[in-house]
């Protein structure tokens, strides 16, 4: 097996892909990678949805009709994100079955607007769920102190959660502890713990790009032959050495 990203799964690993847009869905990229690369998952956030409508024509046709509809601007970027959303959730659906509820998943955000809301959090988390209509869907929650008990509400209610912007370790107990209590929630309503999922998102790419930030200042601060190539030597790792 020569694919690293298939040899990740025998290791007990699930590669998921951190990206969306319209073309890579309707081209059978996405099927692609599904069936010869592994991936086991994707995830979306505003800004990734952002890019995609923004950078390329494969939206369009969309937001004009719903433009025309008297859509407002909210709506219009929530009609074509659920329309994407429920459209990578049917294309991992056999991930999903054949792990058994394991992995399958695709992630939608609340809106970054409600990262300090406790209360819009839950409310938009459960409308987005309805109107997704997939089991295989993840509800994204920033674990914010505001988050923490939308994020019990929601598994409490059987909404799967992907719990992201996570950078700590003490962070993550605190999350780790609020699936825990809405696991409790669901057994004491006589809910299946089976059908509900979460995962927690440590946010390394964001350290990596900070740490990397910062030995490009260091770099252009010293002359010293070794001291550069040490430096050289750090980019891209801080990732990849982060324990937790």
Known sequence: MSNPLLQLQ?????????????????????QRLIAEDGVCGLTSNPAIFEKAIAGSAEYAGALRALARAGRTPQEIYEAVAIA???????LLLPVYEKTQGRDG???????????????GTIEEGLRLAGE?????????VPGTQAGLPAIEHLIGAGINVNITLLFSLDNYLQVAQAYL???????????????????????????D?????????????TTVASRRLALRNLA??????NPS
């Open 236 to 241: 891209g790792k801080a990732a990849i050495a």
């Open 209 to 221: 790009s900070m740490v990397d930030k910062e030995l490009e200042n260091q770099l252009a601060k």
């Open 132 to 140: 997704v209509g997939r089991a295989n869907l993840m509800i994204k």
């Open 84 to 90: 994407d959303i429920q459209w990578v959730a049917d």
């Open 105 to 119: 998943f695709v992630s939608l955000e609340v809106s970054p607007h409600l990262a300090q809301d406790t209360a």
């Open 181 to 207: 209590a809405g696991l409790e929630k669901r057994a004491a309503q006589g809910g299946d713990l089976a059908a509900v999922a979460s995962v927690a998102s440590f946010f390394i790419s964001r350290i």
């Open 10 to 30: 025998q290791l007990g690993q699930s590669p998921w892909y951190d990206n969306i847009r319209r073309g890579l869905i309707t081209s059978g990229e996405l």
